[in-house]
């Protein structure tokens, strides 16, 4: 072999190993914390050259979200009927931030909120397609003989209640998994577990024709408004911490992270088992 050959190989590897090599930026967990809601770092390099769809997939459930805890509170004459008039921003707040952002969560490598965004953005899809009274869907529920509206029929009432239960269900086990990411993750989790399950019993009551019922089932929405209220200032300040971060506001308001106090040995060999 020729020196030439030499000093080329030489220099190829040179080159390969300027290619290959990657600048790592070190992060503190808080500092991660304020970036993505996951316990662990994200896959590949991606979150480094792409831009975060965190705060895109937060801002997209808590808007919608407000404003349906401010109808089940009666803010200002508004009442769970109200959710008609805001199905388009279920549709495009709920349904296509949140979706977009999961399926970006997906890409980054980050299971969790990957999971959480899509499964609450198609809730606010479905939720707005039965709502919506172009669709026809709970007057389709009414009764010619009785002149009860679809709204009031115990048909709709119970599938609408045993729906609100399932999606309780879901949150309590997102719940589980959120107790090793921050505090106010952790707030809108418990909320929306019990927000659910209290809609769910308002809707269980208004099945039951009567006065009796329609009572107990606007005191149950109430309840669910005022729980929901508590997730809904949880939500707004993760959305503030996201904000400051990606602009580079020094104001270093505290994320609370769980990371480091529930399951702090947890390894990512320890993760990948229990997905295989």
């Known amino acids: 072999m020729s020196a030439n050959n030499i000093a080329g190989d030489k220099t190829v590897n040179s080159h390969a190993n300027d290619l290959s090599r990657q600048v790592t930026l070190q992060l503190s967990s808080e500092q991660y914390e304020r970036l993505f809601f996951q316990p662990s770092q ?11 769809p ?7 459930f808590i808007i919608p979200f407000t404003t349906i805890v ?3 509170l009666q803010f200002e004459g508004s009442s769970t ?25 997906f890409i980054l490598g980050n299971t969790f909120p990957f999971v959480a965004f899509v499964i609450y953005g198609t809730h606010w899809v479905a939720l707005a397609y039965t709502s919506d009274p172009t669709n026809s869907i709970i007057s389709s529920y009414a009764d010619a003989t009785t002149k009860l509206p679809g709204l009031l029929s115990q048909e709709f009432n119970a599938g609408q209640g045993n729906y609100n239960l399932v999606m309780a269900l879901v949150s309590f086990v997102f719940l589980c998994g959120a107790i090793r ?3 106010p993750f952790v707030i809108l989790f418990v909320s929306l577990v019990l927000l659910f399950s209290f809609v769910s019993a308002a809707y269980y009551q208004l099945g039951y024709q009567g006065i009796a019922g329609l009572t107990h089932a606007t005191h149950y929405f109430r309840i669910a408004g005022g729980i929901g209220f508590v997730g ?13 971060a990606a602009t580079g506001v020094p104001i270093p308001l505290p994320i609370f992270d769980l990371s480091h ?11 990948a088992e229990h997905a295989d």
């Open 70 to 72: 401010l109808s089940f």
């Open 54 to 60: 965190t705060l895109l997939g937060v801002l997209g």
């Open 261 to 271: 106090l529930v399951f702090p040995n947890a390894t990512q060999e320890q993760k």
């Open 42 to 52: 994200a896959k590949g390099d991606l979150s480094k050259r792409l831009g975060n």
């Open 181 to 183: 990411t921050n505090v």
């Open 232 to 244: 809904v200032v949880a939500g707004w300040y993760l959305t503030l911490i996201q904000v400051l």
């Open 81 to 105: 009927s109200s959710v008609a008039s805001i199905c388009p921003y279920f549709y495009f707040f709920g349904g296509i931030a949140m979706n977009i952002a999961g399926i970006a969560e």
